[in-house]
């Protein structure tokens, strides 16, 4: 394979029969990518520890949600679909920047700011959809589960 067909190679369906290890490690990119959400967990528990109240506690709990479902969206597609190309790095990229965004907004939602968290959110869970529409389109073994991840991400808050 030739370096530049190395750049652009579509996703693979990860499953024990194609010859895909099962011990799969994680890559920089994605230790680094949830090195991101850390942070946007980091600035949720400094904001329930600024104050400790019931009510701030599920002020916390209605911003975790979104975040760790985020999380979770990216989780579920790298263990699925075997992809280091350079498309899915910048998406990558994208999405951590989008969560970066999502991580510096937290403490404005707390002050009454309603606008930069969701649009962040929303970044986010594009980015993640274009992941599985590129998945549905170039694995036909997996295009009914992509399908599926593509309407649950895309119509679930």
């Given at each position: 394979m030739t370096g530049f067909s190395r750049l652009?190679?579509?996703?693979?369906?990860?499953?024990a029969g194609r010859g895909i290890q099962d011990d799969r490690?994680?890559?920089?990119?994605?230790?680094?990518?949830d090195l991101v959400f850390v942070a946007a967990v980091g600035?949720?528990?400094?904001?329930?520890?600024?104050?400790?109240?019931?009510?701030?506690?599920?002020?916390?709990?209605?911003?975790?949600?979104?975040?760790?479902?985020a999380w979770m969206g990216f989780t579920f597609y790298a263990n699925r679909f075997d992809?280091?190309?350079l498309p899915y790095r910048l998406l990558s990229l994208l999405a951590m920047f989008g969560v970066a965004v999502l991580a510096t907004t937290i403490p404005s939602v707390f002050?009454?700011?309603t606008t930069g968290f969701p649009l962040a959110y929303v970044a986010v869970r594009i980015v993640l959809l274009v992941l599985y529409?590129?998945?549905?389109?170039?694995?036909?073994?997996?295009?009914?589960?992509?399908?599926?991840?593509?309407?649950?991400?895309?119509?679930?808050?």
């Open positions: 652009l190679e579509p996703p693979r369906l990860r499953t490690r994680a890559t920089w990119l994605e230790l680094f990518f600035q949720l528990a400094n904001s329930l520890i600024a104050e400790p109240t019931t009510a701030r506690f599920f002020e916390f709990l209605g911003l975790f949600v979104p975040v760790w479902w992809t280091d190309d002050d009454g700011a529409a590129r998945a549905s389109r170039h694995v036909p073994e997996a295009r009914a589960l992509a399908r599926t991840f593509l309407s649950l991400f895309g119509f679930a808050p």
